[in-house]
């Protein structure tokens, strides 16, 4: 049969994509600018970026799946964007990791993966300045490592952990490299657009051929095809079309094969395999994965069958040896996703499953070579063996291959090993007759049932008796005296008898050295072989490391104790868990069991957190009282803060009574704010005195709690920040909660009134009590501590950020509310302009076609269009931009790209017509306007921004300039008053925030850099302008949201990435909630996060999504919300076809009552506040504010703090006035409703459990 017409056995090769379930999912992938794959996979581990910087790395098994945790653990090595990773083909735990930062780094990953997030690697190698493209390892030699920054090529011996080849002579950025089978010679791809063989051996120069590539200097990719005389090439031709070519080393200039695809902007990655010859393109940011087979006559590339999926942004094969070869699978891709790593199996169909295809299996590359880095360097080459995937020939089955050797010190161990052998082969040794093992220093492990095969040399024992490898660092008994003091010194009851039966076993083996000196263990076992030390002198030595239970924070060293150790050697000396007396802090996370005394208590062992505010948090607060509390001095009061308040001359302390006498609760956040205090008063109180009685302090019951030993955590391992005033958002809240004092309460504080009840004193009034400064002392205590000055960190460094809308939630109206059967959307709208406009009365919605027409619908009129010609404003040139004046629900402002601007006014009752008459125009630019904006509180003045880039301010009553900005050097993409209306900020296209004061100034006063990206940003003003936020997008198109300090703008405080998408984030800020929200041109969620003033500054809410994709939102004012049904915020939705009313609430469960801790008093935005004349003379004057409260609607703060029937009533006449009948009578008819609707206890439900006596857990 000719070639030709003889079908391959893998041309029906189908992508078998598994369900959700069997794939890695929920994990956190962004877009990374490198030439690298972004995962790599060995036989047992798969290893891909991880977050938006992708700095560090993930490491998982192979076949694992499910979701995962944002804190699982992860390699924290690299300080900017790992570019590329690789696993070594000899050692499937062995990652070299290339990044930004211009280093390179070797990760060893043991058996079991990753238990805990690692941050040391096994070695470095620092490239001197430059970013390092791409890494990976010699496909033949063990140990030998190559990686490219720039147009340099380096080589290093990972055995001595030096380089040992480098050259420069490529021109510019090498792009990709790949070794030939054999790895005899290298190629390269490079931004000058042409392709060369590399020869590191080569005398002379190591560039053996070169040739003109792919015409475009975007990324390109090169990979050998296994033992061929061809590579093959991926790239963008001049017109940015994406290429395949294949090339003949024998006919290097002139391509074999020329294959023209699509004109997408991911590069195609070349995933391919040398046994079968199954190529496969993966292009970043596409969804479909190619499939096609490598032939060596005309057509060369026949296509196979093509898989689409997700948005890939990685891809890597799986090696052979762990392909389930009992199930015809003959590749396996990972793809990497935004979210998931999917494992794409390509099966081969066959009529039966049972029995091993071998035609499918032809013998692969092994796993075993006995090649290394010197001798390859040298001139050596040899081939690495085949073997047979056959389930028959393999040890363990079908069962993949997993090959673990130890750590680099393991690795270096072998190595020598191998030599010593070689040395001694032919050599007569007495005790044992010298044979071969083929599997010499490999681990292989049996996935299936964990079954370990540790082979070691036979031959060895005898040639390391006489050479001591450098990588030992210590003797056998000198290593073991040292674990058995770190053991005696620091390991519990439990762990000693673990240590003692491991002893027993190393006396055990001690009887046969040949098993006991060359067994590889895992890098977490405690061996006599010593870690290779990275930083030192290659003839220096280093003790063992400590055990893994030890803190990483708080190891210190001291001298070693051993006899055979120098004294300058020093041990890294972890600090004991106990609660002896030394400079120990706490650490994160529950306290483990761990004890050398025999007191031995429950609160010691398991930590129990008490509840916030109740005595036994706040009875050691005060540490310079000579009273010091004991946990037996009796029962323990109720959970209700106890304050004295002293008289000027008095020392016997008297109970606090409140205006009429009444035991009150504190809330759970005025409790947790005491309890934070409390923590923080006794915490400075202990700096002063002797650090061993304030460190057992630290360890007694009433400081282990969780929430304790985390803000000493955060205290110590950050470091202060500046105090910054308190977000205005929360202060207004809080004092709406407060209650001033009356005259009747200030002289029951100042009298000598004794009541037999205790009472709380919510906060508002302690702070109102050191305000007026009567004279009324309050004893040190909790409360004293609570509002300390000093205190900068406030309840969220505790116990996290905490928002009253974290569960706010977004319903769409009624049907019945909402306008259908919209037609003719225009979708030419510029980027600048929101495309949609709604305020209290109607909505503007620009149509297509000529004329720029803008539809106008009366919001007092839903319900469905009917067919025919809408009634529109005809402005006859395109539309720019549009806006309503926001104090006149009738006028709307419409830029045109001929620089006018109208003014068209909307008769009650709204359009019958179309009309192309407006009421006014403004000429205001000679070019395109980019924006229209209406001033927030001054009337009659508008600001337009155009192509000329300049920013004009107009009165529209004269329709006269009245102010000029310029400043800026490209386009204009914002503009966002200030909430004083005093400023302006602005977002530019040169990556550039500026800051004007237009009445003072042309330029701008302050500058800082804003979105890198340049498809388009907006900006906007927040926390009563103390801060500024940013949306735009990065240099890799990932949309974000940055805030700045407006007055510094240098680099934003904190920056929240969300997506990948072409449409630009609109934002829209609730000022009396700091609720932000921001959405896209279609898009179908709404983002919702709550600006703060202290990290993270952006607090991500719940996101609203909606049904459908959405073309613009726009907000009403606030005195427009349902503040009866809990609505915070209202806006309207413009659909494709529809206008829906959207409502935002926050649950709550009195919704009868006026939530006044969520509606404090709100700016008048609706109407203006003072006139164009006026703002143009700098006459400023502050919006005012009004409550949304509605009458006769109680509010929250009322019923919470609502006074009830005094015990004793105290005598008034003393003050000269009385309580009015009337105000008593209101106050019983107040306190009788709310005793109705809600039971008032100060019981918790624990103080009705049994506890178990301290005894018996000692038991």
Known sequence: MAWRFKASKYKNAAPIVPKAEACVREICVGSYQTYGNNIAASGAFMAFNWEHTGSSVAVLPLDDCGRKSKTMPLLHGHTDTVTDLKFSPFHDGLLATASQDCLVKIWHIPEKGLEQSLSDPEAIFSHKQRRVETVGFHPTADGLMYSTAAGCVALFDLSTQKEIFSNNEHPEVIQSASWREDGSVLATSCKDKCVRIFDPRAAGSPIQLTAESHQSIKDSRVVWLGNQQRILTTGFDAARLRQVIIRDVRNFNTPEKTLELDCSTGILMPLFDPDTNMLFLAGKGDTTINYLEITDKDPYLIEGLRHTGEQTKGACLVPKRALKVMEAEVNRVLQLTSNMVIPIMYQVPRKTYRDFHADLYPETTGYKTELVAGEW???????????????AKREHGDEPIIIHRGNLSDFVKNLENQRAKSNTIGKPIPSQPAKRNDNEHFVMLNKGNNFEEKNGNDNSSESNGKKSTPSQSQPDGECSELIRKFEAKYKVDSEKEKANAYAQSQEDDKESPTEQEHSTGSSEEVSSSGGLDNHSASGSHSPPKPMPRTSRNNSLPEASDSAGESSSTTTPRPRPRTTAASAYKPRLGPKPFSSTTGDVSFDKVFAVPLAPGSHENISNVGQDSAVEMTPAQGPKPDLIVEIEIKKKHEREPAPAVAGNGVQKSLTTSERRKIFEQSSESSENSAE????TDADLRRSCSSRSSFAERRRIYENRSKSQVDEKPQSPVPLRREHSKVEPLKPSQQQQQQGNLIDTKRISVPEGKLMEEHRRGNGAGIKKSATEAAFSAASTKRTSTVFGKVSKFRHLKGTPGHKSTHIENLRNLSRQIPGECNGFHANQERVAVPLSGPGGKIAIFELSRPGRLPD?????????????????????????????????????????????????????ELTAHLDKIYFIRFHPLAADVLLTASYDMTIKLWDLRTMSEKCSLSGHTDQIFDFAWSPCGRLGATVC???????YNPRKSETPIREGNGPVGTRGARITWALEGHYIVCTGFDKVSERQISVYNAQKLSAPLNTASLDVSPSILIPFYDEDSSTLFVTGKGDSTIYCYEITDEEPYICPLSHHRCTSLHQGLSFLTKNHCDVASVEFSKAYRLTNTTIEPLSFTVPRIKSELFQDDLFPPTRITWSATLSAEDWFASNDKAAPKVSLKPEGMETLSSIQQVPAQPVKKPDHTQFGGQKSEFEINKQQEIQKSVSARMEFTTKLEQDDMEGVDENEWQE
């Open 989 to 995: 296209k040169d990556g550039k925030i500026r800051v």
């Open 688 to 691: 002063g005195e002797d650090r």
């Open 377 to 391: 360097l040298n001139g050596g080459n040899q081939v690495v063996p085949k073997m047979s995937l056959d389930p």
């Open 868 to 920: 025919g010609v809408i009634p529109s404003l005809v402005n006859g040139s395109n539309i720019m931009d549009f806006q309503w004046d926001p104090f006149d629900a009738q006028r709307l402002a419409v830029a045109c790209d001929d620089g006018i601007v109208k003014i068209w006014h909307i008769e009650a009752g709204g359009l019958s017509e179309p009309t192309n008459t407006p009421a006014g």
